[in-house]
């Protein structure tokens, strides 16, 4: 209860009390402040609008500042009621005119409560429902990565030569990525990318995919789609993971500039898509394909180094090297 007459703010203490509640009183605004900063908040506030050192205008405009939820009533003169309505506008919940009856003291003070209970609710409800979008967001996502994921599966049941390869692929990045300084989310979308950088051949041929010869420039170019057609699948709930379409859409780029979609070069290529173009190649090298057999580990190990810096990033080499010192034991099993 704010008011510098004492009697008027004794009267209205008196009937707060009255009605079950404890009263904290102030005979300024700045003491007010005083109180607020010290104690802590208050539901309601009644104060008067003409009082010395600290106007109520002032007070109101402080004590929302501090404390936004704090129902505050004005109690406000005949030739006030322009600042009352103002004080409406800047936040105040309600404003009462002198003199002041009892009942109506009672029937303004039991609405502010019950008119800031339901503010409280509304947020508390608002920002529980946000929260529950946002875990729902994350399931559906989740749901369907895991479908996508599924599909993947089956691209590589349908082909006895890349089973297994994105799993792989997967597990080759991660470590590697690990020795590069990925942590977090960064090394979850290595992870994720690594796993999901072929889904675009869903869009292959079969013929194309299992054909035991080399391929036509016709054949080629079919198969090169395959990366921007990835990107396109999983564009839609991929959005918060621009790194996982990076390494789709860029991981048969070259250092050179001489791979596709966009013939990027050196550092134009995202970081993630060079350290998948790697372990991708290895472990194309050193499984079995339909156009060739698999050559061994140590002869893929040597093919990497010959090609760093042109085909590949040579700290990407390194790194994948660091990771699996233990060439002979690879290609890793799934």
């Not at 007459?5 to 079950?20: F, K, M, P, W, Y």
């Not at 929302?64 to 006030?80: H, N, Q």
């Not at 989740?142 to 597990?171: C, F, M, P, W």
């Not at 596709?260 to 079995?288: C, S, Y």
Request: charged share 25%.
């Amino acid at each position: 209860m704010v008011d510098d007459d004492a009697q008027v703010r004794g009267a209205l203490v008196r009937v707060i009390e009255s009605q079950g509640l404890a009263c904290v009183q102030a005979g300024s605004g700045a003491a007010a402040l005083e109180i607020l900063k010290t104690e802590g908040e208050v539901p309601v506030c009644i104060s008067d609008i003409n009082m010395p050192e600290m106007d109520g205008v002032s007070f109101l405009r402080e004590a929302l500042k501090l404390y936004p939820d704090i129902a505050i009533i004005m109690l406000t003169g005949v030739a006030e009621v322009s600042t009352a309505v103002e004080c409406l506008q800047l936040g105040a919940l309600d404003y009462i005119s002198k003199p002041v009856l009892i009942d109506e003291v009672r029937a303004r003070l039991q609405k502010a409560l019950e008119k800031r209970e339901l503010i409280l609710q509304n947020r508390f409800y608002q920002q529980h429902l946000e929260s529950r979008v946002r875990e729902l967001d994350r399931r559906n996502k989740q749901s369907l990565i895991n479908g996508v994921q599924t599909l993947v599966h089956a691209l590589e049941a349908k082909d006895a030569y890349t089973s297994g390869h994105s799993t792989r692929v997967s597990r080759y990045a991660v470590k590697t990525g690990v020795v590069l300084g990925y942590t977090g989310d960064r090394l979850e979308a290595i992870r994720l990318g690594g796993e999901l950088h072929d889904i675009g051949k869903i869009g292959t041929r079969e013929a194309i995919l299992n054909k035991p010869g080399p391929l036509t420039m016709e054949e080629f170019a079919h198969v090169k789609v395959h990366v921007t057609l990835g990107e396109r699948i999983l564009a839609p709930f991929m959005r918060e993971s621009p790194a996982v379409l990076r390494i789709v859409r860029s991981h048969h780029e070259r250092m050179d500039g001489g791979g596709f979609p966009d013939g990027l070069q050196a550092g134009e290529i995202p970081a993630e898509a060079r350290l998948v173009a790697v372990v991708d190649a290895f472990d194309a090298m050193t499984t079995n394909r339909a156009y060739r057999p698999s050559r061994t580990p140590s002869e893929a190990v040597e093919e990497l180094r010959r090609c760093a810096g042109m085909h590949f990033d040579s700290d990407v080499v390194e790194a994948f090297l660091t990771a699996f010192p233990d060439v002979p034991a690879l290609p890793l099993h799934v």
